[in-house]
């Protein structure tokens, strides 16, 4: 009795057309899920940039009522008229060189040619962000509460609210 005895070495055709198609599912679904995590790097870096944008107002307007404090003034000089009416908000005025809250005739948010955010330069690049800021005094000159709402027209942007409570405590 002769026995045939095969040599086995290597892959059948079949077995490789079934390692392929296995690598070719596996390599389609990390490519899909890497482009649904490119397409969201813009919207990520408008909601940085836009919580940025507000804690920067929220920022200054702390600095101007600690200004004022400082100097003797009515503690919420130059930022009692952002009620009912919305106010922008500068880290360098044009005309003083100082911050300043402000009713600016356009809330958008401009970067301009020193790389600063301004909503009072008549010059500088859009970012398409609107700031809006919201002061109101809730107890006689003791507390006041803040409030900045970031938004993005037209953008792909869910508008950003922040706010807070600043005191006088001197």
Same mark, same amino acid.
């Given at each position: 009795?002769?026995? #045939?005895?095969?040599?086995?070495?290597?892959?059948? #055709?079949?077995?490789?057309?079934?390692?392929?198609?296995?690598?070719?599912?596996?390599?389609?679904?990390?490519?899909?899920?890497?482009?649904?995590?490119? %397409?969201? #790097?813009? @919207?990520?870096r408008n909601r940085v940039t836009g919580i940025y944008l507000a804690q920067?107002?929220?920022?200054?307007?702390?600095? @101007?009522?600690?200004?004022?404090?400082?100097?003797?003034?009515?503690?919420?000089?130059?930022?009692? !008229?952002?009620?009912?009416?919305?106010?922008?908000?500068?880290?360098?005025?044009?005309?003083?060189?100082?911050?300043?809250?402000?009713?600016?005739?356009?809330?958008?948010?401009? #970067?301009?040619?020193?790389?600063?955010?301004?909503? !009072?330069?008549?010059?500088?690049?859009?970012? %398409?962000?609107?700031?809006q800021i919201f002061i109101r005094e809730t107890v006689p000159n003791k507390?006041?509460?803040?409030?900045?709402? /970031?938004?993005?027209? %037209? %953008?792909?942007?869910?508008?950003?609210? /922040?706010?807070?409570?600043?005191?006088?405590?001197?």
């Amino acid at each position: 009795m002769n026995k #045939i005895i095969k040599n086995k070495k290597g892959f059948t #055709i079949v077995e490789t057309l079934v390692a392929l198609s296995i690598l070719l599912v596996g390599i389609t679904a990390v490519m899909s899920v890497s482009q649904i995590g490119l %397409g969201s #790097i813009p @919207i990520v870096r408008n909601r940085v940039t836009g919580i940025y944008l507000a804690q920067e107002a929220l920022d200054g307007v702390k600095n @101007i009522k600690d200004r004022n404090l400082l100097s003797n003034s009515y503690w919420l000089k130059d930022l009692d !008229s952002c009620y009912p009416d919305a106010c922008g908000y500068d880290v360098e005025n044009n005309s003083t060189g100082r911050a300043e809250v402000a009713n600016f005739t356009d809330l958008e948010v401009k #970067i301009n040619d020193k790389g600063l955010y301004s909503q !009072s330069a008549t010059s500088g690049n859009n970012t %398409g962000f609107t700031r809006q800021i919201f002061i109101r005094e809730t107890v006689p000159n003791k507390e006041a509460w803040v409030y900045v709402r /970031i938004t993005m027209p %037209g %953008g792909r942007f869910v508008p950003f609210e /922040i706010t807070e409570y600043i005191y006088k405590y001197f």
